[in-house]
């Protein structure tokens, strides 16, 4: 009669226990009185009264019962999941195959979630270092018949934009420039943000050290200051916390650092150093400020705190408007009167969201055929274990608590993949983080944080869940009534058909994460394989930014130049030496767009005026960099009198606006100044932003027509690269000791550069490719295997009927080839999909889908053959006779 | 209100050593203090109850419900390993403390 246990009582009991205790007390009390003599009627009244406030009393006992079955209740949950975890730790210690081939398959599918995962969290999903990146905006102005994405706002118009948007609290203008910095050691060339003195308060960037720029200091004649980029001051510096009040100089002038920036995006651009505009030489002439077709500035601007996007967009679209009509003559280049307003975030990671959440759902799939391939893993190990967990159950333990056994199992499995998986990404994630953050202004806040980590954890455990759920689900039937049938036949044939499905999913899956692999190599062999129109083996480029204040005119730069190019032409091995302001791949997109009209023909209206890339070129420039000329010259050295401009154009801009005639002796006239320039030659087009762009139409000017400060120089020879660059840069220090030399390298890096995007891409999705077809075919060997061994009577009749070892071989192959063919089909429609969702991220190649999908598919075959070739063999291997006494 | 003129654990000690014989419902801990002490310890003997429960949320005690000698059901204290180990340090505890206060109430003079 003696109850033990209480532990799960509830408040009921608890009420309940309590009372009876006290009641009981009572009882015995009352009893004990009358036995004493006290008169019956009164001994339960005395008894109370001995006793005290009985609901007082009640209430402290039931508040220590309550707190004591608590304790004793979690207490009781703990020690179960502990013992169920060493229990699984121990039952899986005990099959390691089962383990291992769980595991890794599971840290190769979690760890490319987690990498992919960085990536969506650190470009997409983390707000970035800004207090008001939400209410931030970025204005840009487009010129859709340029192709321009943003050319760019002028001086005045800052001014104009600030007084004229109500649903803005502020207008910051921003551009970078390069100066030297002199003082604490080395002279510096550095990249500096000329900002007006609101930008860092409209961003909410707080400042590590000092402060950023105050009111008024970027006004005419204030004095000049300078604030840090944290990068600088920790790489350049050595993080001297007592640099505030020092002084550096630069453009010939003290500047005094006022205060120490904490780690940001490189964004807008990766700036060093940042001044106000009136720090900056040429922000502060007078061209730039009062001419209105001087657009070098990028605005960006806080929205009012309820103000919308749209109010936003249609108070730009007012401004715009009004300064067309205002001003016809300054606008009359930018046909467009459009200002966009994008949202600061979605600014940061433009471009970067259709790759990296393309990856992120790819990522998903792998996961899923892992996670296809571990539940069948289970289901034959559960099989294996039909005893085992009949025996569970005998001994006491309800289904449910098989089945929390079971997850727990999985769980288990799954967390130490998930931190397998999470090791495995750690290195990804830093290769990735380095990669990316060439690639986007956001790349170097990819990292291995809590998110990712969290993030890993949570798909760890739903991973475990739903593997371990599934094959449970599948048991359909109570495992004790599976015992009693004894038999694995009977339970095997609903088991293999559950198994099947998996491996068809699986190979669906896998095809279309091979569909997507497939279209984006072959897209990225295509960017390889396509002609550039140059030739860029044996040349070396470097960047020579020629400083402001030293190289203040055309002259100077030009003899620069000229002295360059005569020096390195005496070098041994070097048959060609140019200048350019650009070559190709060194930038993705069109820098400098000439609009113009054709001499002799009616001015089209400025929305339809042609236009070019123009690039100012040295003589030798298409010889150096393997530019065929195809009719007429390439400049000369007299080429200089920017009276009457000689031009070179492209083949295809000469084609289109010359059709069947010859361009050369032909004039254009340029819309903005109405220079009149002469066609002298035409060359071969040149994918000038890399081989995933467009061929442009280009034009170009000799170098000395304008002799820009920014120079790129390009050299061809036959000698070995690396003593080139040395030889580049020896020369230029040889011309100016304290001129910097960057971006040394060759042209077939910059290339290559230009393309490290969908590289990457095209890595990330053949590693995934690859996994997912290693995980499918590992699952087809398992279930073909699984198979072979339940129909190992069957083939065994089949023997000892007269069946030959070759059509059993072939029965067997031939079930694997139609799970696998049945896994493609159903991946065909899904593939599809994946085509759509892709063409944002493939590069050139159009069409090849359905070649694709037949090498993906005969891949599949090839591989189910091979992962059926051992079961199959295990089959035509089988004797009759065991096969019988097996049975 | 409990054991007001109870020395502070004096009754946690009482009931260990009640329970120490073996299993005792509450009704048999208090008669059992009663008459030991021939009612010199004014308890009231409500004051029992909440402190048997704080006992046995400490572990020292656990609950077993069996039927008492009235044919009625009740809950019965007996002793845990941690309860028994309880009781003999408070025993020394107790001996030492009116030891030292003996020693001190016997001394005559300065």
Same mark, same amino acid.
């Given at each position: 009669m003696k109850r033990l246990f209480r532990l799960s009582l509830g408040e009921r009991g608890v009420r309940r226990d309590v009372a009876s205790e006290i009641q009981f007390h009572i009882e015995m009390r009352t009893r004990e009185l009358i036995e004493a003599g006290v008169d019956p009627s009164a001994a339960r009244e005395q008894a109370i009264a001995t006793f005290g406030d009985v609901g007082a009393i009640e209430a402290e006992c039931r508040s220590e019962t309550r707190q004591r079955v608590r304790t004793a209740t979690w207490r009781e949950v703990g020690d179960s999941i502990v013992q169920d975890v060493r229990y699984a730790a121990r039952t899986l210690a005990r099959t390691p195959g089962f383990t291992i081939t769980v595991l890794v398959t599971l840290a190769l599918g979690i760890g490319a979630n987690s990498a992919v995962f960085s990536m969506v969290n650190g470009l997409l999903l983390k707000h970035p270092p800004y207090a008001n990146s939400d209410r931030m905006v970025v204005l840009q102005r487009p010129v859709a018949s340029l192709s321009v994405a943003d050319v760019g706002f002028a001086a005045p118009e800052v001014a104009d934009f600030r007084s004229q948007t109500p649903s803005l609290d502020g207008v910051a203008e921003y551009h970078s420039m390069s100066f030297d910095l002199l003082g604490h050691g080395e002279p510096r060339r550095v990249q500096t943000g000329v900002v007006s003195s609101g930008f860092f308060d409209l961003l909410g960037v707080k400042p590590l050290l000092g402060r950023t720029f105050a009111r008024g200091e970027d006004q005419t004649g204030a004095v000049p200051v300078l604030v840090l980029s944290y990068a600088f001051w920790v790489n350049q510096l050595g993080a001297d916390s007592s640099i505030i009040g020092k002084t550096f100089t630069m453009n010939d002038r003290q500047h005094t650092v006022i205060g120490v920036l904490p780690p940001l995006p490189n964004y807008p651009d990766q700036n060093d150093v940042w001044m106000p505009i009136s720090s900056c030489p040429f922000r502060s002439s007078a061209r730039m400020t009062t001419m209105r077709s001087m657009r070098m500035l990028s605005l960006f601007a806080r929205t009012k705190p309820g103000a919308t996007i749209t109010d936003v967009r249609s108070d730009l679209a007012t401004v715009g408007a009004r300064l067309h009509a205002q001003f016809r003559d300054d606008y009359k280049g930018i046909p467009d009167e459009k200002v966009s307003a994008t949202p600061i975030t979605s600014a940061m990671s433009e471009g970067a969201a259709p790759s990296v959440l393309l990856l992120f759902g790819i990522a998903g799939l792998v996961l899923l055929i892992a996670c296809a391939n571990v539940a069948h893993l289970t289901m034959a190990r559960h099989l294996r274990r039909q005893r085992e967990m009949a025996i569970r159950s005998a001994l006491g333990a309800g289904r449910r608590r098989v089945l929390r056994q079971l997850l727990t199992e999985s769980v288990l499995l799954s967390l130490a993949g998930g931190l397998l998986g999470l090791a495995l990404a750690g290195p990804g994630i830093s290769a990735i983080a380095h990669i990316v953050a060439r690639l986007t202004a956001r790349g170097n806040e990819i990292a291995l944080d809590w998110r990712v980590v969290g993030f890993t954890l949570a798909l760890s455990v739903a991973t475990g869940v739903f593997f371990g759920v599934l094959p449970a689900l599948t048991d359909g039937r109570d495992l004790v009534t599976r015992l009693r049938d004894g038999g694995a036949t009977t339970a095997g044939g609903g088991k293999l058909r559950a198994r099947s499905a998996l491996v068809i999913g699986e190979v669906a899956l896998a095809s279309v994460v091979l569909v997507g692999a497939g279209l984006m190599i072959r897209s990225f062999a295509h960017l390889l394989r396509v002609d550039t129109g140059y030739d860029p083996q044996n040349v070396v480029t470097a960047h020579v930014d020629l400083n402001w204040t030293k190289y203040n005119n055309g002259q100077v730069v030009r003899n620069f130049a000229n002295a360059f190019i005569d020096r390195l032409h005496a070098s041994s091995g070097v048959t060609a030496v140019a200048v350019a302001n650009e070559f190709p791949a060194s930038s993705s997109s069109p820098q400098n767009q000439l609009l113009f009209s054709i001499r002799g023909r009616p001015a089209p209206d400025s929305a339809r005026m042609p236009h070019a890339e123009l690039n100012y070129v040295s003589p030798e420039y298409f010889r150096t960099i393997g530019v065929p000329v195809l009719s007429g010259r390439s400049f000369t050295a007299d080429d200089r009198d920017t009276a009457s401009v000689v031009v070179v154009v492209s083949r295809s801009l000469a084609e289109r606006y010359f059709p069947g005639a010859n361009a050369v002796g032909k004039q254009i006239t340029t819309a903005s100044q109405g220079t009149t320039l002469t066609i002298v030659g035409v060359v071969g087009d040149v994918r000038e932003f890399g081989p995933a762009a467009d061929v442009p139409e280009q034009i170009y000017e000799p170098f000395? @027509?304008?002799? &820009?400060?920014?120079i790129r120089v390009l050299v061809r020879s036959r000698g070995s690269a690396g003593a080139m660059m040395n030889r580049i840069r020896d020369v230029v220090h040889e011309l100016d000791a304290e001129q910097p030399v960057i971006e040394v390298r060759t042209l077939a890096q910059a290339r290559d550069e230009v393309i490290a995007a969908p590289r990457l891409i095209t890595l990330l999705l053949g590693l995934f490719g690859a996994v997912a077809l290693i995980i499918a075919a590992a699952g087809l060997g398992g279930v073909m295997a699984y198979s072979v061994g339940q129909r190992l009577q069957e083939f065994g009749i089949r023997v000892a009927l007269g069946a030959d070892r070759s059509s059993i071989l072939r029965l067997v192959v031939g079930q694997g080839v139609r799970l696998v063919v049945a896994g493609l089909l159903i991946g065909a429609f899904a593939a599809r999909g994946v085509d759509q969702l892709m063409s944002k991220v493939l &590069? !050139? @190649?159009? !069409?090849g889908e359905a070649l694709t999908y037949a090498a993906v598919a005969l891949v599949f075959v090839a591989v189910a053959v091979v992962a059926c070739l051992a079961p199959a063999r295990r089959a035509t291997a089988v004797d009759p006779v065991t096969a019988f006494k097996a049975s | 209100m409990a054991g007001s003129d109870l020395f502070v654990g004096t009754l946690d000690v009482l009931i260990l050593k009640a329970v120490s014989w073996g299993p005792i419902h509450g009704y048999g801990i208090g008669r059992w203090i009663r008459q030991t002490t021939r009612d010199a310890l004014q308890v009231q003997e409500g004051a029992l109850y909440p402190a048997l429960h704080r006992l046995e949320r400490k572990g020292l005690l656990e609950e077993e419900w069996g039927v008492s000698e009235t044919g009625r059901e009740a809950k019965y204290y007996r002793l845990t390993t941690a309860g028994r180990g309880e009781l003999r340090a408070a025993v020394t505890r107790w001996r030492d403390y009116a030891h030292a206060v003996t020693l001190a109430l016997d001394t005559t003079g300065r």
């Open positions: 000395n @027509a304008l002799s &820009v400060r920014d &590069v !050139g @190649a159009e !069409g | -």
